[in-house]
């Protein structure tokens, strides 16, 4: 081969190189011999281009899918609508009567807290038209009523009895169903367990406590005795020096067994209380005395057959403590005995004896003294907050004069005295509330009437101020509201989790009194926050009266600590 043909024959492998597919005349050669001269080859990229149609169609079809569900919650499927809570409501019974108890739960599951009260009347109210014949009673007669806690409307309303002696609700599980009940305790006797949620009478039982009695309260909610996995309840009457003992199925409200009777002088208090070995024990306390009696033994009083039950045993501890026979517990200072408090501890719960000079913490399972506080002459049942973080304190109410009181913050821990301040008082002031802060403290509210000079005795006609007070301002009282009505009963409650800050206000006279205006009322915290008065307890240089305001409108609130 010559050199010529030789350059001839690179050329044309270079171009073979640069365009492969091309023939001799510059067109394409057929595929059917292309693949036949290299099947291996062909079959490959039709593989390839199938996945990948596949794939587009996979990603059109998820993308179409996607834009459907998109659309179904945007336009079809209507989005759960918030309840729009009132700032503030009020609702009004004419020529009426109530008693005080105030119960707040979510009635009807809005997850927003209701109210639930009890008034006296010839008719109940014009939203249900309901009578005292509807439910064979002579008027008039007492009534049961549910209120939404955002509008203040009727959600229910029931007639149970011709006169209230006691009302109780949360019950678990009363009348075997899931959800917790209330029970009523009318006169003349009659036991009703009704739905909160509903009204509806889940039970009702007809019983005799006896002549002459007296309900002691509150009810005693014991653990299931009967068998039919549902607790039960006792109750305490007392007629003279004569204490008596009932227990009641909480699925049926049958009596079980007959009664107890124990010797403890007229007009015992109680309190239950769990020991670390599990054992229940009811502690008794009358003028200046304790008595302690096991579960176990009130069941074989009141049955008359000892109890086999694994969850009614004795606490030998206890046991050392109690004197026998007259189960007699004796204190190492004396006074008149006026609340027994259960106070949460560090290795379980503690015992609060609240007498006429002091306040006395007992260790929950040997009764052993762990603190006392003078507070001569208690007003009301102490209530608990936080005043440092995280920290448990006992809030206590003690008369310091005429129509004048102390308002104490205690720690329950140790005993120390963190806060206090005097106020002019009337007689039957509602006690303190608290409502727990995001910052793992609380805010408190009490009633009276602050006057700067210490000195000052206060008058029988002292005004009814609510103040609100929170231990990051130690020194500032903001004044929320003041009242002229008889205030018969208080509470503060987050009316949703976390959130809506209220106070609820139950007002008119009470059964021993004659008919008038009752009256039921919710106000939102931060509202009478901003129109508040703000008081110095000491000047501090450096925030105005706004700036506070401010401060406690932005709190924020929690629903557990």
Avoid at 141 to 163: I, K, M, Q
Avoid at 532 to 546: N, P
């Amino acid at each position: 081969m010559n050199s010529d043909e030789y350059s001839v024959m690179e050329n044309k492998d270079l171009e073979a190189e640069i365009h492969p597919l091309k023939n001799e005349d510059g067109k394409a050669p057929d595929n059917h011999e292309n693949c036949a001269e290299k099947e291996g080859l062909c079959r490959k990229p039709t593989r390839l281009s199938q996945l990948s149609r596949w794939r587009t169609a996979a990603f059109f079809l998820s993308l179409f899918l996607c834009l459907i569900v998109v659309f179904a919650f945007s336009f079809i499927i209507p989005c759960p609508v918030r309840p729009v809570s009132q700032r503030t409501w009020n609702r009004k019974y004419d020529r009426a009567v109530t008693y005080k108890f105030l119960a707040v739960e979510d009635v009807n599951e809005d997850k927003v807290q209701d109210v639930i009260f009890v008034f006296k009347d010839t008719n109940g109210s014009s939203s249900f038209n309901r009578s005292c014949s509807d439910e064979g009673l002579s008027a008039p007669c007492v009534f049961v009523t549910a209120v939404s806690g955002t509008n203040g409307s009727t959600l229910w309303e029931r007639p149970v009895t011709e006169d209230l002696l006691w009302m109780e609700c949360a019950i678990e599980q009363l009348g075997g169903a899931q959800s917790p009940g209330c029970l009523v305790i009318g006169n003349p006797e009659l036991l009703t367990a009704i739905s909160p949620h509903t009204g509806e009478v889940r039970w009702r039982q007809f019983n005799s406590f006896g002549a002459n009695y007296t309900v002691v309260t509150p009810l005693l909610k014991i653990p299931d005795v009967d068998g039919d996995g549902v607790q039960d309840v006792m109750i305490f009457t007392t007629a003279g020096d004569e204490t008596q003992s009932f227990i009641y199925s909480g699925k049926k409200g049958e009596r079980i067994g007959t009664s107890g009777r124990l010797s403890l002088g007229a007009r015992p208090g109680y309190l239950m209380h769990v020991t670390k070995t599990g054992s229940y024990y009811v502690l008794f306390n009358t003028v200046n005395s304790l008595y302690g009696y096991s579960l176990k033994d009130l069941y074989s009083m009141a049955t008359g057959v000892e109890s086999k039950l694994t969850n009614l045993k004795q606490d030998p501890q206890w046991e050392k403590k109690i004197e026998s026979p007259t189960h007699h517990i004796s204190l190492l200072s004396s006074g008149d005995i006026r609340y027994l408090v259960k106070v949460p501890g560090r290795s379980g719960e503690n015992i609060l004896v609240v007498k006429s000079d002091m306040a006395e913490l007992l260790n929950g399972q040997t009764l052993d003294s762990l603190w006392t506080v003078n507070a001569s002459h208690i007003l009301s049942e102490p209530v608990f907050g936080y005043y440092t973080p995280d920290v448990l304190h006992i809030v206590l109410e003690s008369g310091v004069g005429p129509n004048r009181k102390k308002i104490m913050i205690v720690e329950s821990g140790s005993g120390a005295v963190h806060w206090e301040l005097e106020l002019n008082s009337r007689a039957g002031s509602p006690r303190p509330a608290t409502l727990n802060t995001a910052d793992h403290r609380s805010m408190f509210l009490f009633w009276g009437e602050y006057q700067a000079e210490a000195n000052e005795t206060g008058s029988k006609a002292a005004r009814q101020n609510l103040y609100l007070f929170h231990p990051s301002y130690p020194n500032v009282l903001l004044e929320l509201n003041n009242s002229s009505d008889r205030i018969v009963a208080f509470d503060a409650v987050l009316f949703e989790r976390s959130r809506h800050a209220c106070y609820v206000l139950l007002t008119g006279p009470q059964s021993s009194e004659g008919p008038g205006c009752v009256s039921v009322t919710k106000r939102k915290l931060k509202e009478d926050i901003t129109g508040s008065g703000v008081i110095w307890l000491s000047q501090v240089a450096g925030d105005s009266e706004q700036y506070i305001r401010d401060r406690f409108f932005r709190m924020r609130f929690s629903s557990q600590m």
